[in-house]
């Protein structure tokens, strides 16, 4: 693959949020967020088709929805068992293939809007608006902007839902949630996080579930459950495909270097909770999402690929976390810097290393 633009693009944004830290205007994050928004956008629009490894896949799915004007019913032909993929994604496809059946057209609409709503709730959450960016670009960007489209649209509404959820305007967030559901049913899972913010927890209660829920996987294999999945008509031929497949069928270590990385990030919370929920007004609601996303990974490790589609549903709010933590401990300045850093790293191990995402086709392959 091409790695030089992905290099150049984080470059970018981090030449933004130093202008960022340096300004005292109050609107920054505004001046901000449209430069990144189009660089974003075109970077997603204008890929070869195979920079990700579903995108392909997508294209021929595209290639099979008839055009809104097209349809025939009001189902517009749409068949689980055919095309598997959920309703509310075939019928945006659907709207989307009145302007053509063009790779840019399926990359750039949902790009976009995918990218709009996860920089959207960023800037609503997070005080480190650029920080928080540089998070999400060096590896959810390239895992669901770049690949797993359906699932990057379905968790940015989740995201974005969020933002309503903290101002309690419940209908707006049940109607983005059954949205989000309708684009990918496993945004559903979003659901335990919320309740959990709800009922909002003290440090205590969290640290023994920490200690509770470790033991537990340790002793249990709660991937066992997934059978009972398949009595659910339009789940019964992903739970065979995963069940069936060398491809999926595998576990994670409890001692995965991701999972080792949450948990002394889970611990650092712990331990510096009362100041953390002091200095950061919505502290509570990224470590609830990132709570629930360690331990569901840690709790399903033995069937991978349900492991990581539920932490990749609900681990949006990483992108808030690990700036706040980062500026807390060393401050604005140095912090940008090690969120910088951390970044960079973990861009590089993304497409030199962990590669899953990838397609292995260069960025620029259709065009030279």
């Known amino acids: 693959m091409d790695y030089a633009i992905f290099y150049l693009v984080i470059a970018f944004i981090f030449v933004i949020g130093c202008v960022e830290n340096s300004s005292q205007?109050?609107?920054?994050?505004?001046?901000?967020?449209?430069?990144?928004?189009?660089?974003?956008?075109?970077?997603?629009?204008?890929?070869?088709?195979?920079?990700?490894?579903?995108?392909?896949?997508?294209?021929?799915?595209?290639?099979?929805?008839?055009?809104?004007?097209?349809?025939?019913?009001?189902?517009?032909?749409?068949?689980?068992?055919?095309?598997?993929?959920?309703?509310?994604?075939?019928?945006?496809?659907?709207?989307?293939?009145?302007l053509g059946s063009n790779a840019i057209i399926l990359f750039g609409?949902?790009?976009?809007?995918?990218?709009?709503?996860?920089?959207?709730?960023?800037?609503?959450?997070?005080?480190?608006?650029?920080?928080?960016?540089?998070i999400y670009f060096s590896h959810f960007f390239l895992a669901k902007e770049l690949n797993a489209i359906r699932m990057g649209l379905a968790t940015a509404l989740i995201f974005y839902a969020a933002t309503f959820f903290t101002r309690k305007m419940f209908t707006f967030f049940w109607l983005i949630m059954l949205l989000a559901v309708s684009i990918h049913v496993t945004s559903a899972l979003a659901l335990i996080p919320f309740l959990?913010?709800?009922?909002?927890?003290?440090?205590?209660?969290?640290a023994a579930l920490s200690v509770i829920m470790v033991l537990f996987s340790v002793v249990f294999d709660l991937s066992q459950l997934i059978v009972f999945f398949k009595y659910f008509s339009f789940l019964e031929q992903k739970i065979e495909l995963y069940l069936n497949s060398?491809?999926?069928?595998?576990?994670?270590?409890l001692l995965n270097v991701v999972n080792v990385r949450n948990l002394i990030i889970v611990l650092l919370c712990l331990l510096f909770w009362a100041p953390l929920c002091?200095?950061?007004?919505?502290?509570?609601?990224?470590?609830?999402?990132?709570?629930?996303?360690?331990?569901?990974?840690?709790l399903f490790g033995d069937f991978a690929i349900l492991a990581g589609r539920g932490y990749a549903v609900i681990s949006m709010f990483e992108y808030i976390l690990i700036p706040m933590l980062a500026v807390y401990f060393v401050g604005r300045w140095p912090g940008y810097l090690v969120v910088f850093i951390y970044a960079l790293l973990t861009l590089s191990l993304n497409l030199s290393i962990n590669t899953g995402w990838s397609g292995g086709i260069g960025y620029l392959h259709d065009i030279l």
């Open 25 to 98: 205007l109050s609107i920054r994050k505004s001046l901000y967020f449209w430069p990144i928004l189009i660089v974003l956008v075109a970077l997603v629009a204008f890929r070869s088709a195979g920079v990700g490894s579903d995108d392909r896949a997508y294209i021929e799915i595209f290639s099979k929805v008839p055009p809104l004007t097209e349809c025939e019913g009001i189902l517009c032909g749409y068949d689980y068992s055919k095309i598997n993929i959920e309703y509310g994604f075939y019928f945006l496809l659907s709207i989307m293939g009145m």
């Open 109 to 134: 609409i949902t790009g976009l809007l995918s990218i709009y709503l996860n920089l959207k709730s960023i800037k609503y959450f997070s005080p480190y608006f650029s920080a928080g960016i540089l």
């Open 196 to 206: 959990l913010y709800t009922i909002s927890p003290g440090r205590q209660i969290l």
């Open 246 to 253: 060398q491809m999926y069928n595998y576990s994670i270590p």
């Open 278 to 298: 002091s200095a950061n007004k919505y502290f509570k609601i990224a470590f609830y999402f990132f709570f629930c996303a360690t331990f569901f990974r840690i």
